[in-house]
């Protein structure tokens, strides 16, 4: 049977069904899947927020080891004191307040809505930790974090993560080397809320000064550096009037 | 019977050295420049090119007689991404951290040169096993100019091996770094992979005078 494939009709069914059979293909891996993905994606985001708290499982200097997938779900409820949605001047309590989305948030903001800021108050060893989301722009693609922060507002421990920076260079800001400098780094510069600046030219490479509000940055990322400096900045200043009230309770 | 003829064999073979992918034909560069910062990556890269490439070639391969030649090229483009496509929502709802690692790459797969010529020079004229074939020769020599050029620009731009600090620890200053070593930061830019790669053509054609064009 000789089909002649040059005719046009016979292009055009073949189009045609290509792209059903490819679509519907598509379609049922997509759905068929997608409660096992998001399920996933939720269990890493409770690993995210317990990293930057330093609940984790690293076991050397070099390594990021979150908890494990099976007991992320039991440490969370157990470190997490409390997840709280500001609005405005309006602080409610709300249990899955990690789940919103940071950036229709953003893009709710900026059609004029009052935006939701998610924050997490854990609790470790008897000391409390506010631990802020935060969502920017690297090179390439999105960058988010979680940033958690002691009572006089100085970085307890961080998290940072891409979605598609360069490997090897922006790609290392999810490094432990690189997430371990901001620990002890205060996001205040006196009584001004100046974040942590990723730092070319920073004469401090083992970072040991702790009262600049830089750390480090990385060779051959500089866009992803200051997208990172960027993204801190902004979030700080989303979250101040919190902020504020943590400090006056000291 | 060999599970391998001669000719079958040099389908394998050939792209790995007289007719690799990179040095000679010069394709996939662009991911080649992009991703060889670190060997991990390298190697993350070869083996997914890989995988797409033989499935790829196999479905090109089976469908060759009724794919209309006015849009073949669309066809094969179809083909590549729904791979990549299906084969990143399997990892991700059952290997999360592999997906993660290789999200990067998903894109620059579907983009790589390397595949789409081979679909259109061999998977559109041989049976799907010989197209296979030729999926992994292919993947295979442009895996290996991945790893020596992942190889030299970790090395020497970072001083790690796979993210082991095989020379010492250049901000305690131990190991090399102790008589005055310095790790080559320009290593880590997109144009020093140019230039190794570079190195490999000419360190290639020096050995074998045939490569040489005549212009």
Redesign the interface.
């Known amino acids: 049977m000789a089909?002649n494939?040059?005719k046009n009709s016979?292009?055009v069914i073949?189009?045609a069904v290509?792209?059903v059979i490819?679509g519907s293909?598509?379609a049922f891996?997509?759905s068929s899947?997608s409660e096992?993905?998001q399920e996933?994606e939720r269990l890493?985001k409770q690993q995210n927020i317990l990293y930057a708290m330093g609940v984790n499982d690293n076991v050397d200097e070099?390594?990021v080891n979150f908890v494990s997938t099976d007991k992320v779900a039991d440490e969370f409820k157990k470190y997490i004191k409390e997840q709280l949605v500001i609005e405005g001047d309006k602080i409610t309590k709300d249990d899955n307040a990690y789940l919103i989305d940071l950036k229709k948030q953003e893009t709710e903001a900026k059609a004029g809505k009052t935006r939701k800021l998610p924050l997490f108050i854990g609790e470790k060893d008897g000391s409390k930790y506010y631990i802020i989301p935060m969502r920017g722009k690297g090179l390439w693609d999105a960058i988010w974090g979680f940033v958690a922060l002691d009572n006089n507002l100085v970085v307890k421990g961080v998290y940072f993560d891409h979605?598609?920076?360069?490997?090897?260079?922006g790609?290392n800001i999810k490094q432990r080397y690189f997430m371990d400098d901001f620990t002890g780094e205060s996001i205040l510069n006196g009584t001004e809320y100046a974040g942590i600046e990723v730092a070319k030219g920073n004469n401090d490479?083992?970072n040991e000064i702790k009262d600049d509000n830089e750390v480090d940055a990385l060779?051959?990322a500089t866009i992803t550096g200051n997208g990172l400096s960027t993204m801190i900045k902004e979030s700080v200043k989303l979250y101040k009037s919190y902020l504020e009230s943590i400090r006056a309770k000291n | 019977m060999a599970l391998l003829s001669k000719k079958d064999t040099s389908l394998i073979l050939d792209p790995l050295a007289d007719n690799n992918p990179i040095t000679i034909q010069v394709l996939g560069i662009c991911s080649a420049l992009?991703?060889?910062?670190?060997l991990?990556?390298s190697i993350v890269m070869a083996l997914s090119v890989m995988f797409v490439l033989g499935m790829g070639n196999v479905v090109i391969s089976l469908m060759r007689?009724?794919?209309?030649?006015?849009?073949r090229i669309?066809?094969q483009l179809?083909v590549v991404a729904?791979l990549v496509?299906?084969v990143d929502?399997?990892l991700?709802?059952?290997a999360?951290e592999l997906s993660k690692t290789l999200?990067?790459f998903v894109?620059l797969i579907i983009t790589n040169c390397i595949i789409m010529g081979r679909f259109e020079a061999f998977a559109l004229a041989n049976g799907p096993w010989r197209s296979f074939l030729d999926g992994i020769g292919n993947s295979a020599g442009y895996g290996l100019i991945l790893i020596i050029i992942g190889f030299f620009?970790?090395l020497l731009?970072?001083g790690t091996l796979l993210?082991f600090k095989v020379l010492g620890d250049p901000?305690e200053k131990t190991g090399l770094y102790a008589i005055g070593y310095e790790n080559n930061?320009f290593m880590?830019?997109s144009p020093m992979a140019l230039i190794v790669v570079g190195l490999i053509i000419w360190v290639q054609r020096s050995r074998n005078k045939a490569l040489i064009e005549e212009n």
């Open positions: 089909v494939t040059d016979y292009t073949f189009a290509m792209v490819v293909l598509l891996f997509a899947l096992k993905i996933n890493e070099g390594s979605k598609g920076e360069t490997p090897g260079l790609a490479p083992t060779a051959g | 992009a991703i060889t910062a670190e991990k990556a007689n009724i794919i209309p030649s006015k849009i669309i066809v179809v729904a496509i299906m929502q399997v991700k709802a059952f999360y999200s990067v894109g620009r970790e731009g970072s993210g901000i930061g880590l830019l």
